[in-house]
Each structure stands twice: as structure tokens, then as C-alpha cells.
């Protein structure tokens, strides 16, 4: 059996595929109106209906690899002009491929047994980040989970609105919550959403929802390592172990020197190797990677302040670490958006 049903009493403009055609059957575009939120419910036990679903609740889609004989998904929408939030839950057993590129998309476990394949073992309340270059494989078990899909335009102004400078687009470095308490952060900000948008007197004021997606997209951008907050991971936050705030110190101080895993493991009298998975369980990335990002911020400091007239992106790269200047080019480009030759030459016009 399967059903679907949309309440379109609150319109809105969904950017992202599903909110129009849930269950891949046309349906005319709602007429623009304003940015509150609108509902859609979807239930099925048929594979080929669901495959269907989510083929078209995300873009480019989710793609289910097995669906377990007897197992149910329930879908519940509300959209916005920029946000869409969702609430699943699953039956028995479902695998599910995750394929992203339009936006980003924060999962939220909330009962059950979700584990991403190859992703080690997170606490079970862990949010997930997935993002073009971070496919999931999911395994699903008698799951509910929540889902936040961000538009990329709104996250990019809400950044733009708190971070200087900014780079040309918002790209994300991990897939996991910078600390733990970057995740009870998230969660408190997305619960506070969801019930705002599960509430009908707040669905009926634009202002209000306009603004609880940019809280939303706010708490996306401290909670998860991004080239918007690369480098800015601060060593004094108190959730963070003082081994490693000791060791991301360390780092700081002496991001422009020749320093290696040992050296940071000797600072805070551990194994390199205890200290590898230090980095990993607090920070989802290892000591190298995060000296690099440090490395790189700094790099980007000095290219956006510097005169071209008395410096040179390979001086500025061999300064911070980067002996290999098309190597830093590629890795900047890759983060900021843009070559570090445009990023001096856009300063020196300036």
C-alpha cells in the first residue's frame, strides 16, 4: 500500500525536487506566495514505490539497495523557500545509497539502528553531514530519523552575513560535527525548527520561518568544518578534551614551523598514534590534515591582505609549509573557490 498527501494551505516555493511530485506523478508549480511552509506525507511497503520516492525527494536522489520483505518507510515534509525539513521513519530493513550535489544535507538519527558504512562508530546521536563528495552508504533498522536540506544560496548569505572574508562558495571539509559540542548545538537549533515549523501559527508568518532557516543554516556553519570556518577551531572551547585543545595550541603557535604527528604527541605526552585518534573521534580529521587547514587559513590571510607589489604566492605558500606551489593552488582553489594568484591580484586591485 501507498499513499501520499500534500497540504499546500501554507505555500512556498521548494527548491529542491520533491515538495512538487513526491511520488514521481506531475503536479502543477504552486503559484509564488510567501515564504511559509508547506506539508507532505508519504507511507509505502512497495520497494518500487519507494525507489520512486526518493529518486525524487532529493537531488540528484537517494537510491534504495535492498528493501527488507516486510519493511515499511513513512515520510513526513515541510518545506520552505530554502529548507526543507524531514521526518522518516523505517520499518525493518532498508539500505540506502546517498547521492547529494544540490545543497546540503544534515541527517539527525533519532531511534534505532542507523549506521553509515565505513564511518567508524560515531555516538548513535551524531549528526551526518552529506554533501557532494561525501557519499553514504546507509544501513537502516528500525530507524526515525530527521533530515535538514539547506540551500546553497541561504547558507552562503547567512555566511556571508558572519564571516569575513568570504570565499566564492561554501565548501565542507568533514562529515562529522567539529566537537561535541558543536553537535548538541546542532540539535538544540534543529529541534527548536521543527517544532517551530511543526506549529501552524508559525507557519502562517513568513518572518518566522524565513528566520528559523537561517538559525538553521547558522548552526550548519559553526557545527561542521568548512573552508568558512577552516582554521578558526578554537583550542579554549571547553568541550574539547585538554589534551587535544593543548595539541590544536601547539599547532597554532607553531603552524609556520617544521612540525610533525611526534612532535604534537610529545607536547601532550601521548602516543602519535593515541594522538591520531584524538583528532579523529573529537574532530573527524587527523593532526596532518588539521595543521594543513591552519596552514592554509593563514596563506589566505596573507593573500587577502598582501601586496602583490612585495609578495608572490609561491612566497606566501612556501612560508606556510606548501613547498609545492601548483599543488597549494589546486588545494586552494579546491577550498576558496577561486586560484590564489586572483585572490592577491583581487587584493592589489583593491
Same mark, same amino acid.
Given at each position: 500500500m501507498t499513499s501520499v498527501t500534500e497540504d499546500t494551505r501554507c505555500r512556498a516555493r521548494p527548491?529542491?525536487?520533491?515538495?512538487?511530485?513526491?511520488?514521481?506523478?506531475?503536479?502543477?508549480?504552486?503559484?509564488?506566495g510567501p515564504a511559509a511552509v508547506r506539508y507532505a506525507h508519504f507511507h509505502t511497503a512497495d520497494p518500487v514505490a519507494a525507489q520512486r520516492f526518493f529518486g525524487n525527494a532529493y537531488h540528484p536522489g537517494w537510491r534504495i539497495t535492498e528493501f527488507a520483505r516486510g519493511a515499511t518507510i513513512?515520510?513526513?515534509?515541510?518545506?520552505?523557500?530554502?529548507?526543507?525539513?524531514?521526518?522518516?521513519?523505517?520499518?525493518?530493513?532498508v539500505d540506502c545509497e546517498i547521492r547529494t550535489s544540490d545543497g546540503f544535507e544534515v541527517i539527525q538519527p533519532r531511534s534505532g539502528s542507523l549506521i553509515a558504512v565505513g564511518d567508524g562508530s560515531p555516538k548513535a546521536d551524531t549528526p551526518m553531514l552529506a554533501v557532494d563528495g561525501f557519499p553514504r552508504l546507509l544501513r537502516? @533498522?528500525?530507524?526515525?530519523? =530527521?533530515?535538514?536540506?539547506? *540551500?546553497?544560496d541561504l547558507l552562503r548569505q547567512v555566511a556571508a552575513g558572519?564571516?569575513?572574508?568570504?570565499?566564492?562558495q561554501v565548501e565542507f571539509l568533514g562529515s562529522r560535527p567539529r566537537t561535541p559540542a558543536a553537535a548538541r548545538m546542532w540539535r538544540d537549533a534543529f529541534d527548536?525548527?521543527?517544532?517551530?515549523?511543526a506549529s501552524a501559527d508559525t507557519a502562517r508568518h513568513p518572518l518566522l520561518v524565513t528566520a528559523a532557516g537561517r538559525l538553521l543554516a547558522a548552526a550548519l556553519l559553526e557545527c561542521f568544518p568548512s @573552508?568558512?570556518?577552516?582554521? =578558526?577551531?578554537?583550542?579554549? *572551547?571547553?568541550s574539547v578534551p585538554k589534551a587535544l585543545q593543548t595539541a590544536m595550541s601547539f599547532i597554532h603557535r607553531h603552524a609556520a614551523m617544521n612540525i610533525a604527528v611526534k612532535d604534537v604527541a610529545a607536547v601532550v605526552h601521548l602516543t602519535p598514534r593515541a594522538v591520531q585518534y584524538l583528532f579523529r573521534q573529537q574532530l573527524d580529521t587527523t593532526p596532518t590534515e588539521y595543521l594543513r587547514r591552519v596552514r592554509l587559513h593563514r596563506a589566505h590571510q596573507d593573500l587577502i591582505s598582501g601586496d602583490r607589489s612585495a609578495t608572490t604566492v609561491s612566497e606566501i605558500a612556501q612560508r606556510w609549509g606548501f613547498a609545492h606551489t601548483g599543488r597549494f593552488a589546486v588545494l586552494y582553489r579546491q577550498t576558496y573557490g577561486e586560484s590564489p594568484h586572483t585572490a592577491l591580484k583581487r587584493t592589489a586591485a583593491g
Open positions: 527548491q529542491l525536487r520533491d515538495a512538487v511530485s513526491l511520488d514521481g506523478k506531475d503536479r502543477p508549480q504552486q503559484p509564488d513513512t515520510h513526513r515534509r515541510c518545506a520552505t523557500e530554502h529548507l526543507t525539513v524531514d521526518d522518516v521513519t523505517i520499518q525493518g530493513r537502516l @533498522n528500525s530507524v526515525r530519523f =530527521t533530515i535538514a536540506s539547506i *540551500d546553497a558572519s564571516h569575513t572574508p568570504m570565499p566564492q527548536y525548527v521543527t517544532t517551530s515549523f @573552508n568558512v570556518t577552516a582554521g =578558526t577551531s578554537s583550542p579554549n *572551547d571547553p
